[in-house]
């Protein structure tokens, strides 16, 4: 059976209509601090203590009382005696008296009676005591208490997604689990009689499943839990029967290959059959125009074209926004962006009135960053492997020239 995509549908309106159905995942989960990295954070974090906790050495040096030395000076040195010393992670010793010091490392608390350090370059040790030939302001060279963060401070709104700083900031804060959302669970598979996991195979002719791994690391990136779920043939019967029997355990299918329009594409018969009311097949997009969507039992099925760059741009403008706002982030379709000059011409000759992806190089040594265009068939396997991010011309657009400003639009990951 042949058939025909009848009308493409607006790239802006098919990500939307397909937002609209998505909502947040809602499942918490505790995690240790350590293993909260790149989770999202499933109620606001208040910090429990104050950081530093005490007042605290910036310099290695000894801890004065300031009043000690009001009156210091290269002609009339102070000698104060020295009493102890204060080390990190250990409790300050007792009380400093008029006339002491204590020997302290940077990161130790002040001892009680000490209002300043003196750096160690500035004394010179005599026996017990030190002599100083310069006074000090009150606080100088001391970090107050809570002057990082205070005891009460909203550290992270929930939706935050946790970076290694944060987590390593909660655990300074005595935090040592964090609520976070559970990570949507995302589907892959490969359609097609052709597909080999096995090397071997793909020497004697078949095709290697590369695509998955690419998929199943791209959805890491973007937060998301991967389930790989290998490689179904070109049946349709076959690949309802699957969709029908994994999706309960999903947040979202994502599914390669099997979407144009011959008898072999499985991937777009199958969604077609099982939900035609919420069926998008056919994207105002350049490479990615065959890809499309639906929902089975209200989970997003999102299927990619099987060709390479086809593939990565219907993930970037379909899966990734869902995917973003399943974890309460904004649902745009790149991960950051950045201005470059566009370096060589780009001539649009096809999909005029289609959004059409241009992936580049990015130089962000040159100033101003530039970029360069990596053009070739959307088949070509190493257009992502030597591009950075992508460009866009705009619909009606018939080429970007030469020197023109443009955003560069990054992925998670490649």
Same mark, same amino acid.
């Given at each position: ?17 397909? =937002?609209?159905?998505?909502? $947040?995942?809602?499942?918490?989960? %505790? ?36 009043? *000690?030395?009001?009156?210091? !000076?290269? #002609?009339?040195?102070? &000698?104060?005696?020295?009493?102890? #010393?204060?080390? $990190?992670?250990?409790?300050? $010793? ?5 006339? #002491? ?13 000490? *209002? ?37 401070? =909203? ?41 080999? #996991? ?18 199943? &690391? =791209? ?19 076959? %690949? ?26 499985? !991937? ?63 649902? &745009?379709? %790149? ?31 040159? *100033? ?13 396997? !190493?257009?992502?492997? &030597?591009? *950075? ?26």
């Amino acid at each position: 059976m042949y058939r025909r995509i009848t009308q493409f549908t607006d790239i802006w309106d098919a990500q939307r209509t397909l =937002l609209e159905g998505v909502g $947040p995942v809602r499942e918490r989960e %505790y995690v240790h601090v350590f293993e909260s990295y790149g989770r999202v954070v499933a109620e606001p974090v208040y910090s429990p203590a104050d950081l530093p906790a005490e007042h605290a050495s910036h310099m290695d040096g000894f801890a004065v009382n300031s009043k *000690d030395l009001e009156n210091a !000076s290269p #002609e009339n040195p102070v &000698r104060l005696r020295v009493v102890g #010393e204060s080390l $990190p992670g250990r409790p300050s $010793p007792a009380k400093l008296k008029p006339g #002491e010091a204590v020997r302290i490392l940077t990161g130790a608390y002040l001892p009680e009676g000490a *209002d300043a350090v003196v750096p160690q370059e500035f004394v010179s040790r005599e026996g017990s005591e030190v002599v100083v030939s310069a006074s000090v302001k009150p606080w100088e060279y001391v970090d107050l208490r809570g002057f990082d963060v205070r005891k009460g401070q =909203l550290l992270f709104g929930a939706g935050h997604r946790v970076k290694a700083a944060d987590a390593s900031l909660m655990a300074a804060l005595g935090i040592e689990h964090v609520s976070v959302l559970r990570r949507p669970r995302v589907g892959v598979v490969a359609v097609g009689d052709e597909l080999t #996991e096995s090397f071997e195979e793909a020497r004697r002719g078949r095709v290697l499943n590369t695509h998955s791994r690419f998929t199943v &690391r =791209l959805v890491e990136a973007a937060g998301g839990e991967p389930v790989y779920l290998g490689i179904v043939p070109d049946d349709v019967e076959t %690949y309802k029967e699957f969709v029908s029997r994994n999706i309960g355990s999903l947040d979202m299918l994502l599914s390669i290959a099997g979407s144009s329009i011959s008898e072999k594409d499985v !991937s777009s018969l199958s969604a077609g059959f099982m939900n035609r009311s919420q069926y998008v097949h056919g994207l105002k997009l350049q490479p990615g125009r065959i890809g499309g969507f639906t929902f089975v039992r209200g989970k997003p099925w999102i299927f990619l074209p099987g060709l390479v760059m086809s593939t990565l741009n219907v993930f970037m403008f379909l899966a990734y926004p869902a995917l973003r706002k399943m974890q309460y982030m904004e649902p &745009r379709f %790149y991960w950051r962006r950045s201005k470059a000059i566009l370096s060589g011409n780009v001539y649009f000759r096809k999909y005029i009135d289609f959004v059409k992806v241009v992936w580049v190089r990015v130089d962000e040594e040159s *100033d101003p960053p530039r970029c360069y265009p990596i053009l070739g068939e959307s088949s070509g396997l !190493s257009i992502p492997s &030597r591009s *950075d991010g992508f460009i866009l011309g705009e619909p009606g657009v018939k080429q970007l020239e030469s020197g023109t400003q443009v955003y560069v639009h990054y992925p998670p990951a490649l």
